[in-house]
């Protein structure tokens, strides 16, 4: 069987497109026989005896309010309109092919490649609900388990985590699975579980699935396959949330080596993020991007949460120390800030248009807002930034001398 689905995974946004199989058009099948009669009324000569009657293989039609046409013709320019992303040419002329034929010798290929075309169009819910139809209606052929591939890409794009672990699931229990369909099966079922709080659970998967890419040098050098760059995403997942758990406000003795490992985190999960910078479908670089920016904020906002010193009395004494606060770890936003700029620029070059965009300029405006918010408090206190700068650079010239 053809499969045009089997080629490397294209860019998904999604669209409100309906999702009605019918497209509006009313469809028809009409069998043309063949008439034949062993003699002519009127005709003085006898006829010749016939046992049998002739017969004349019957040609299906498809009729619509448009054309007439055969299945193989509407099939050939379906398949074309596919190979040239005439998306709106390829899933009308497969509607009628899927509706037509919903169970024929040809049917998984229609309906994968309906999937494919709604794609396209940027209908992600349609295209997943497709391609879900395929692995239900034919279990046993090989277009299941390219149809499962591409719906756990669509469900990690509609954030629809539950559903992602139950279709990783499923490719995981076929029995003719590649190894590629593995990698992503077992980063579906990871990244799931990591967005579900079970970062515990989600490590053998994603270490397995990036493992097994490994070994067999999955994809080109300089662009990272989609499957490979979920599991990083998914790795990064799972470095944010330990990190996110540790706690440094109120403030320990061990505050520092406490803070110092929340950095260290934050940094490890920036190192998975990355690597889908280079991935063939920029959505996985725009999530990494926004996640990390994310961090930055956390991290940002649980510091300059941390109250006084106890042995801080006075007004002043709070003054100086929420200078130095502000001061020293300004930079923390203002990376955030960069890295969803980038993030947001990333998205406008390749026409990326998800929810992760929208939210990457909700963040960005959020960021601005507290950086200007932040610094007309500083210019308010009786402590310049030049002198806060000054005394931060004597306690680090003090905390490094050798002793």
Same mark, same amino acid.
């Given at each position: !069987?053809?499969?045009?689905?089997?080629?490397?995974?294209?860019?998904?946004?999604?669209?409100?497109?309906?999702?009605?199989? +019918?497209?509006?058009?009313?469809?028809?099948?009409?069998?043309?026989?063949?008439?034949?009669?062993?003699?002519?009324?009127?005709?003085?000569?006898?006829?010749?005896?016939?046992?049998?009657?002739?017969?004349?293989?019957?040609?299906?039609?498809?009729?619509?309010?448009?054309?007439?046409?055969?299945? /193989?013709?509407?099939?050939?320019?379906?398949?074309?309109?596919?190979?040239?992303?005439?998306? %709106?040419?390829? *899933?009308?002329?497969?509607?009628?092919?899927? +509706?037509?034929?919903? *169970?024929?010798?040809?049917?998984?290929?229609?309906?994968? @490649?309906?999937?494919?075309?709604?794609?396209?169009?940027?209908?992600?819910?349609?295209?997943?609900?497709?391609?879900?139809?395929?692995?239900?209606?034919?279990?046993?052929?090989?277009?299941?388990?390219?149809?499962?591939?591409?719906?756990?890409?669509?469900?990690?794009?509609?954030?629809?985590? /539950?559903?992602?672990?139950?279709?990783?699931?499923?490719?995981?229990? =076929?029995?003719?699975?590649?190894?590629?369909?593995?990698?992503?099966?077992?980063?579906?079922?990871?990244?799931?579980?990591?967005?579900?709080?079970?970062?515990?659970?989600?490590?053998?998967?994603?270490?397995?699935?990036?493992?097994?890419?490994?070994?067999?040098?999955?994809?080109?050098?300089?662009?990272?396959?989609?499957?490979?760059?979920?599991?990083?995403?998914?790795?990064?997942?799972? =470095?944010?949330?330990? +990190?996110?758990?540790?706690?440094?406000?109120?403030?320990?003795?061990?505050?520092?080596?406490?803070?110092?490992? =929340?950095? $260290?985190?934050?940094?490890? *999960?920036?190192?998975?993020?990355? !690597?889908?910078? $280079?991935? #063939?479908?920029?959505?996985? #670089?725009? !999530?990494?991007?926004?996640?990390?920016?994310?961090?930055?904020?956390?991290?940002?906002?649980?510091?300059?949460?941390?109250?006084?010193?106890? @042995?801080?009395?006075?007004?002043?004494?709070?003054? *100086?120390?929420?200078?130095?606060?502000?001061?020293?770890?300004?930079?923390?936003?203002?990376?955030?800030?960069?890295?969803?700029?980038?993030?947001?620029?990333?998205?406008?070059?390749?026409?990326?248009?998800?929810?992760?965009?929208? =939210?990457?300029?909700?963040?960005?405006?959020?960021?601005?807002?507290?950086?200007? %918010?932040?610094?007309?408090?500083?210019?308010? !206190?009786?402590?310049?930034?030049?002198?806060?700068?000054?005394?931060?650079?004597?306690?680090?010239?003090?905390?490094?001398?050798?002793?």
């Amino acid at each position: !069987m053809k499969l045009i689905a089997k080629s490397a995974f294209r860019r998904k946004f999604p669209l409100q497109v309906p999702r009605s199989r +019918s497209s509006s058009r009313a469809l028809g099948v009409i069998w043309l026989g063949a008439f034949s009669f062993s003699a002519l009324a009127g005709c003085a000569r006898q006829a010749p005896v016939v046992t049998e009657p002739p017969h004349l293989a019957a040609r299906e039609r498809i009729v619509t309010p448009d054309e007439v046409t055969t299945e /193989p013709e509407l099939a050939d320019r379906a398949e074309r309109a596919l190979a040239e992303h005439r998306w %709106e040419d390829a *899933a009308a002329a497969y509607h009628v092919l899927t +509706s037509a034929y919903p *169970a024929g010798p040809r049917a998984s290929e229609y309906w994968l @490649n309906l999937g494919l075309a709604m794609e396209g169009l940027r209908n992600t819910q349609g295209a997943r609900d497709t391609y879900l139809d395929v692995a239900r209606r034919f279990p046993d052929v090989p277009a299941a388990g390219v149809a499962l591939v591409h719906a756990a890409t669509l469900d990690a794009y509609l954030e629809d985590w /539950p559903a992602l672990g139950a279709i990783g699931a499923q490719i995981l229990a =076929r029995t003719d699975l590649d190894d590629i369909e593995r990698i992503v099966g077992l980063g579906a079922r990871g990244l799931s579980r990591a967005e579900q709080g079970d970062d515990q659970g989600a490590t053998p998967d994603v270490l397995d699935a990036l493992d097994l890419a490994d070994r067999h040098h999955y994809g080109p050098k300089d662009v990272l396959p989609v499957a490979v760059a979920q599991a990083q995403f998914a790795l990064g997942e799972i =470095r944010r949330i330990r +990190s996110e758990r540790i706690v440094i406000d109120p403030p320990t003795v061990d505050f520092l080596e406490k803070l110092e490992e =929340r950095a $260290g985190g934050l940094l490890d *999960a920036q190192t998975a993020y990355s !690597m889908t910078l $280079g991935s #063939a479908d920029p959505h996985w #670089a725009a !999530m990494a991007g926004l996640r990390v920016a994310s961090m930055y904020r956390a991290l940002h906002h649980d510091v300059l949460a941390i109250p006084p010193p106890a @042995n801080m009395k006075t007004t002043r004494e709070k003054q *100086a120390f929420y200078v130095l606060m502000h001061v020293r770890y300004r930079i923390l936003l203002e990376k955030g800030l960069r890295q969803i700029q980038q993030t947001i620029a990333l998205g406008e070059r390749t026409y990326e248009s998800s929810t992760w965009l929208d =939210r990457a300029r909700e963040i960005e405006k959020e960021m601005q807002r507290v950086l200007a %918010e932040e610094k007309d408090r500083l210019s308010a !206190m009786p402590y310049t930034e030049d002198q806060a700068k000054e005394a931060l650079r004597i306690v680090e010239k003090k905390v490094s001398a050798p002793k």
